[in-house]
């Protein structure tokens, strides 16, 4: 278990899921380090979280595709947090990173690249603290199954899960856990133009409330229930069937 | 960025495919677009009054705490934030609701937008009188603060509006202090609508007071029920083990409803025999229990989706309030229509009503006492609850818009009476006729 005063970092805070997922850490007792771009534009949700919980939150400037700047973030932070949570992410426009490079790199590199370096760095510090620690990746169904609709994207965060998957086996005999989450539809501004599954989709607040569950119960891969069944049936199709769903 | 769904209030019924984007009070002015808009909130009225095809906004993410007051209990926060979002928040602390209606997923803006009433109305009227002040975006894109103070009419029309004069932004409510999560359930079996209402009025001093009631017992049963009042319990009402915990209580599992039931699940019949089993259950249930807050106030919570149940036609939920000196008369003669036309009600509630808000010009409550019912959507039920409408309105009683999907305007001017004239009058003053629709105000022609 993880002691409920042991600090949360959370990469990508701004995004409704990364909020909801704030509210859960913060109802714990955890204090919060929220990590995004333009920091001082995180204030509202920095009061929202104090306000709701009388939570400590501080906030930092980070920009996920400064690779560069990734340790010397980490090494400027006020303490060490115990759990991570990445919810850095970009879907980008599907036909324009078809075709254009730029387009192409600053999906994968957003999704895939830049996250799992910053993770395999956290990794390392949290398990050299030799107690209980977490991390947390935010994935996607869609990296299960390469769709017409969003396949760049997709093959990004395939290789986030694969890698995740990687860390896990070299983590085994720490203390640090690592958890994949694998969101299907989570009704946020990120979906606003997909289109939604209605039955299928979770509110974020709902959906962050079940990914704290997954972790007390040290969950390595975690999907919602209904899409559990759903890609199930999903990653079983064979190719030649699946090529010709409209799903 | 917007997407076309297809929406429809908590009854499923009507459905219309509407375009829906989440609200943003930087760029979505309504000075922006051409046509009308509405805003939704949880989709938890039953109707079709958080729909517009045009444009349907979506306030739920817009769910920031702003400031709490700890000496007054003064809490303000955008408006889209869940009921449920307070109570996770402020119960550990000692907090609860001034006013709540049966469900917490109802965002602040809808509870605020239909006045919701809760089992304390006798005693503390409805929402809005617990609302200290509250920003709304009127339809030149203007930001107004609102209060009984500071634009007095907007605050009045705004509070049961029905999202009618505006978007409403950011809130500021009182909190009401509790010293435990638990509350002191006291169960009293009435056998007939007189004993139900003489009980409601021996308790007006009771906190919270409501009744199931069993809308298919006949004769000299009519109008039998099950009386529940409650109390917030004291730390010394708990029992020695809880007292150092009085905040916490056994989470609920939630159950979910997954699929549509088939449309003859709910017949006659099995209406009969749920509404007899339930009241024999409750003439033997202890008189005095501890409930905590959660199964108290939201049993119907517990199961997501419940309003499945009626299968995929939808259902209706019939609410009206009745005025006191005719409400017996009124009560005895819908029971008698009810169970003439065969259809049951799996859920019948009664409640006292204390004084209604004669200045908020759309707000339900007037005293007296209300009575809300469930019907599966079938041609007999619609012809039934036209039937209602006529006896609630020779008595003097309105509906509820918060649960109305099929009134005519007609029903509703004669209900409503002079203060809609008031209400339609400010809406054109304020352009907000045409910047804010919705398929409600559209039928009902506000
Ligand atoms: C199980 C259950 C039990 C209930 N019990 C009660 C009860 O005991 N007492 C009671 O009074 N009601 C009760 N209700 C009704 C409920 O309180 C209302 O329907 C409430 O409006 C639901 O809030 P919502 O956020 O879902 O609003 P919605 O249904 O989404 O919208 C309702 C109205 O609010 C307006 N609105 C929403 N957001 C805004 C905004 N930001 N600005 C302006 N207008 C806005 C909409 O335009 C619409 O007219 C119950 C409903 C259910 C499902």
Redesign the interface.
């Known amino acids: 278990m993880i002691p409920a005063d042991s600090p949360v970092l959370i990469l990508g805070a701004r995004s409704d899921m990364a909020r909801a997922l704030a509210h859960e850490f913060a109802k714990e007792g955890h204090p919060l380090m929220l990590a995004a771009r333009n920091a001082d534009t995180l204030s509202e949700d920095m009061t929202d979280l104090e306000v709701r919980f009388q939570a400590k939150v501080t906030a930092h400037d980070f920009d996920i595709l400064d690779v560069d700047g990734h340790a010397a973030f980490l090494g400027n932070l006020p303490e060490v947090p115990a759990v991570v949570v990445s919810v850095v992410g970009f879907m980008g426009d599907q036909d324009e990173s078809a075709i254009n490079p730029d387009a192409a790199r600053k999906v994968i590199d957003t999704n895939f690249t830049a996250p799992c370096l910053m993770l395999e760095l956290c990794a390392g510090r949290l398990a050299e603290l030799k107690r209980p620690t977490a991390i947390i990746g935010i994935g996607s169904v869609a990296g299960d199954r390469g769709r017409a609709k969003n396949y760049v994207y997709g093959a990004a965060k395939a290789g986030f899960a694969t890698w995740l998957s990687g860390m896990r086996q070299k983590y085994v005999d720490s203390q640090l856990h690592i958890m994949t989450v694998k969101p299907g539809f989570v009704r946020t501004s990120a979906t606003a133009d997909m289109d939604l599954l209605g039955p299928l989709t979770d509110e974020p607040e709902a959906f962050a409330k079940k990914v704290m569950k997954a972790l007390k119960r040290k969950s390595q891969v975690y999907y919602d229930i209904k899409w559990r069944a759903v890609m199930g049936v999903i990653t079983h199709l064979p190719e030649r069937i699946f090529m010709k769903t409209k799903f | 960025?917007?997407?076309v769904?297809?929406l429809s209030g908590w009854g499923r019924w009507p459905k219309r495919d509407c375009v829906v984007?989440?609200f943003d009070p930087a760029t979505d002015t309504p000075d922006r677009f051409n046509h009308s808009t509405i805003t939704r909130g949880a989709g938890r009225s039953y109707g079709d009054a958080a729909m517009n095809p045009d444009m349907t906004f979506l306030g739920?993410?817009r769910n920031?705490?702003?400031?709490?007051d700890p000496e007054a209990g003064d809490?303000v926060?955008q408006a889209g934030a869940?009921l449920s979002?307070v109570l996770?928040?402020f119960v550990p602390r000692g907090w609860f609701l001034p006013v709540t209606p049966g469900t917490k997923f109802a965002t602040i803006a809808g509870v605020l937008a239909v006045d919701a009433h809760g089992k304390n109305h006798h005693a503390e009227g409805s929402f809005g009188d617990h609302v200290n002040w509250f920003d709304l975006m009127q339809a030149d894109g203007q930001i107004k603060r609102c209060s009984p103070k500071d634009s007095v009419h907007l605050f009045n029309a705004t509070i049961g509006g029905m999202g009618l004069t505006g978007h409403i932004l950011t809130v500021s409510i009182k909190l009401r202090r509790i010293e435990t999560a638990w509350i002191q359930q006291k169960t009293l079996p009435a056998a007939n609508l007189e004993q139900a209402m003489q009980l409601f009025e021996d308790h007006q001093d009771a906190t919270y007071s409501v009744a199931w009631l069993d809308c298919l017992a006949k004769g000299d049963a009519r109008g039998r029920s099950l009386i529940y009042l409650g109390e917030h319990a004291s730390v010394a009402q708990l029992p020695a083990e809880q007292r150092s915990k009085p905040f916490d209580y056994p989470a609920p599992k939630p159950k979910s409803m997954p699929i549509d039931a088939p449309n003859w699940a709910l017949n006659r019949f099995s209406l009969k025999a749920f509404n007899y089993l339930y009241y024999r259950k409750g003439t033997k249930a202890p008189p005095v229990e501890l409930v905590d807050y959660d199964r108290y106030f939201y049993p119907l919570d517990a199961i997501h989706q419940w309003n499945r149940l009626y299968g995929k036609r939808g259902f209706a939920q019939y609410q009206c309030a009745l005025p006191l000196a005719s409400a017996k008369e009124a009560l005895l003669e819908q029971l008698d229509a009810i169970s003439k036309a065969g259809l049951g009600s799996f859920l019948a509630v009664l409640k006292r009503l204390g004084p209604g808000a004669p200045n908020r010009p759309l707000s339900f409550p007037i005293e007296g006492y209300t009575l809300a019912l469930d019907f599966p959507l079938t041609p007999q039920a619609l012809t039934l609850m036209d039937l209602l409408d006529e006896i609630t309105i020779a008595h003097g009683g309105r509906l509820y818009l918060a649960k109305d999907s099929r009134m005519t305007q007609a029903t509703f001017e004669a209900s409503y009476g002079d203060a809609l004239t008031q209400f339609r009058a400010l809406r054109r003053q304020t352009g907000a006729y045409d910047a804010f629709q919705s398929l409600q105000s559209r039928r009902l022609n506000l």
């Open positions: 960025m917007s997407r769904e297809t984007d989440d739920p993410l920031r705490f702003i400031s709490f809490l926060l869940k979002e996770e928040a």
